[in-house]
């Protein structure tokens, strides 16, 4: 096990707790009853942006070039991840996904590796708007972008960028080039919230589908309270004054966010209420981070390091034991409302979102 630039601790899963002995069993079962079929993969921890509720200013330390998953190392652990465990979905995070030069190339190869499986990036889209096509050329279905205000100084502030005409244009070029839906999620914060109906409004002109999401204790500067977070009812009760709402529930069990259609459809709007509204007893995703550790929660900081047995030769089957292993060992839930909860050491953006 190693350590890394982050000064993160990567820990066994096993050194704390009595578990009891996992089943025979192909899938990335835990003990709680769960199966993950949604793997999301960290490429980088750089970004362009620096959004006060995800980075630090200055960014996180970097990680050494020779500790990032390779492209190539990527499209082996996805293949495996589909091929051997179950996966269903792919969605490429950060960071900044597009920080990468090869994410093209990551797309391309995951496209040939495991054909007919969605590939998703999450995205603040800056940028985007030169590389829509050629990664929808490369293969990549699904696009998330996140944008949390369409006011120019506001999102300055928020982001610490001045950067907003080139998140809108990433938006538009992402259209143009076919992903639908482009969904845009935007996080809750206090001095956005009166925003909110303009942020709606924008998005159901341009044809968009937006969804909220509460904001979790997982900003590297650790100022998150529960105090001061916005709770999806206040949001409901700001959007309300404006729209007509009809609650519609979740697309699936999977899916995080509860839906409601706006002034009778069919566009909708979502809330993914993870603090108030927790969704962790469905929880179906599996993580990696850029340096290539298995993470089976966002909240949990152990970690199973993937990257270490890939390169000391594993094989598919011992990379996928590895991992079945780890995901085991995942937690009931967060637990952000209990007295004892501790944030994780990474923030959002070392995780991967
Ligand atoms: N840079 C890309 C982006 O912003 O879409 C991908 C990485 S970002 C960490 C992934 C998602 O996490 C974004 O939608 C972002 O808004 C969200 N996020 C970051 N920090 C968060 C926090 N403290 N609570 C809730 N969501 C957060
Ligand atoms: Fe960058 Fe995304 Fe974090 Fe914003 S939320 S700082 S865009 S990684």
């Not at 000064?7 to 578990?19: A, S, Y």
């Not at 109906?197 to 204790?217: A, K, V």
């Not at 970690?303 to 780890?326: F, I, Q």
């Amino acid at each position: 096990m190693t350590a890394v630039n982050l000064g993160i601790p990567v820990m066994p899963d096993t050194l704390t707790e009595r578990v009891p002995p996992r089943p025979e069993n192909q899938d990335l079962i835990d003990r709680f009853g769960r199966t993950a079929r949604d793997l999301r993969i960290s490429i980088t921890e750089k970004c362009s942006l620096r959004c006060t509720y995800c980075m630090p200013e200055s960014g996180l330390p970097a990680i050494p070039h020779e500790q990032l998953l390779t492209a190539d190392e990527i499209i082996r652990l996805v293949t495996v991840a589909v091929n051997h465990l179950g996966i269903r979905e792919v969605r490429f995070t950060g960071g900044e996904p597009l920080i990468r030069r090869d994410l093209e190339q990551i797309v391309a190869g995951c496209t040939r590796a495991v054909p007919g499986i969605p590939l998703a990036i999450t995205t603040n889209a800056v940028g985007l708007a030169h590389r829509a096509q050629a990664l929808a050329d490369a293969g990549l279905t699904r696009v998330n972008i996140s944008l949390d205000t369409v006011d120019r100084a506001r999102f300055a502030r928020l982001t610490r960028r001045d950067r907003l005409s080139s998140v809108l244009e990433g938006v538009r070029a992402a259209k143009a080039a076919g992903f639908t839906p482009v969904k845009i999620n935007a996080v809750l914060m206090p001095q956005t919230l009166d925003g909110a109906i303009d942020l709606l409004t924008w998005c159901l002109d341009e044809g968009i589908e937006l969804r909220f999401i509460e904001q979790m204790p997982l900003d590297a500067d650790h100022l998150w309270a529960r105090a001061n977070m916005v709770p999806a009812q206040t949001l409901l009760d700001v959007l309300s004054s404006r729209f007509t709402l009809t609650e519609i529930g979740r697309e699936d069990t999977s899916a995080p966010a509860e839906r409601w259609t706006v002034d009778g459809g069919p566009a909708t709007v979502g809330i993914i209420g993870s603090v108030t509204r927790s969704f962790c007893s469905d929880c179906d995703r599996t993580r990696l981070t850029a340096e290539g550790t298995v993470r089976s929660c966002l909240f949990s900081d152990r970690e199973t390091d993937l990257r270490a047995a890939l390169r000391s030769g594993a094989n598919d089957e011992e990379l996928a034991e590895l991992w079945r292993g780890a995901m085991w060992n995942k937690w009931a839930g967060h637990g952000i409302d209990t007295a004892d909860f501790v944030p994780p050491q990474r923030s959002m953006g070392a995780i991967g979102g």
